[in-house]
């Protein structure tokens, strides 16, 4: 099983290696990894060349470490999509083949903030609608969704087993929402979101932030969106000026 040697650093080498060694099924996902020094001595290289290695793919998200438990193969993302492209969760999870569900948790009508009067350019008499739910696939949950909006722009005939807020903006609002301003972050274990979507300790979570625009530039809906990490995965196309 040891790597044969080219030209590129060692570490490099050991990174392909597991990385197709995964592919080929020889470790699978959520699979434990020999310990360091059983995969040093059967890679031929030494353990700060593996931990190197390991380090590398810890950081691609193609391996987990669980400190005092181990080395796993991280399962691979059931969905993915480009960051440029705007793409409701209901879609998303249409498009990976599996059925969407929404488990609602609650709707309030509130006051703005400070926040929402700049985001909205709304008045401080006007109503927020404050909604949060948790998106499934399948059943399962994948996503932890916050979605504010002006009271006047949601419709009355608007219900809570809706899957789509997009659909029922531009359907039943007349308000086609064209592009979004997005910010994206990771985070860790959080303390009320992690257990509502079932997370291990160790998985982290990918937020994003978004304030969504209609054809006339109006501000509709803001939306804070928490994705399992270990189901998400996001790219962006970037191009040369």
């Known amino acids: 099983m040891s790597i044969k040697s080219d030209n590129r650093h060692l570490y490099l080498q050991v990174i392909d290696r597991l990385k197709q060694d995964i592919e080929e099924g020889l470790y699978k996902e959520r699979e434990k990894l020999p310990s360091e020094f059983d995969l040093a001595k059967q890679l031929g290289v030494s353990r700060a ?3 190197e290695a390991l380090r590398i793919l810890e950081e691609e998200n193609v391996i987990i470490r669980r400190h005092g438990v181990g080395t796993f193969v991280n399962a691979k993302p059931l969905f993915t999509s480009g960051i440029e492209q705007l793409n409701s969760v209901t879609n998303m999870i249409l498009q990976a083949g599996m ?3 929404t488990v609602f948790l609650s709707s309030v009508t509130q006051g ?3 926040e929402d009067v700049r985001r909205f350019s709304c008045s401080a ?3 927020i609608v404050v909604i949060e739910r948790v998106r499934t696939a399948n059943g ?3 996503v932890y969704c916050v979605d504010k909006l002006p009271e006047k722009i949601l419709p009355e005939s608007f219900t809570h087993d809706q899957e789509s807020i997009f659909n029922v903006l531009e359907e039943e609002a007349n308000k086609k929402i064209t592009y979004a301003v997005a910010q994206i972050e990771p985070i860790g274990y959080h303390e009320k979101i992690s257990p509502i979507l079932e997370c291990e300790p160790e998985t982290a979570l990918l937020v994003l932030k978004q304030m969504h625009y209609d054809e006339m530039d109006e501000p509709v809906l ?3 969106n928490y994705f399992k990490a270990d ?3 996001f790219h962006v196309l970037r191009r040369r000026i």
């Open 125 to 127: 008499e006007e109503g």
């Open 222 to 224: 803001y939306s804070v």
């Open 140 to 142: 399962e949950p994948v």
């Open 112 to 114: 703005p903030t400070e």
């Open 231 to 233: 189901k998400f995965s």
């Open 99 to 101: 059925k969407p569900g």
């Open 49 to 51: 060349t593996l931990r």
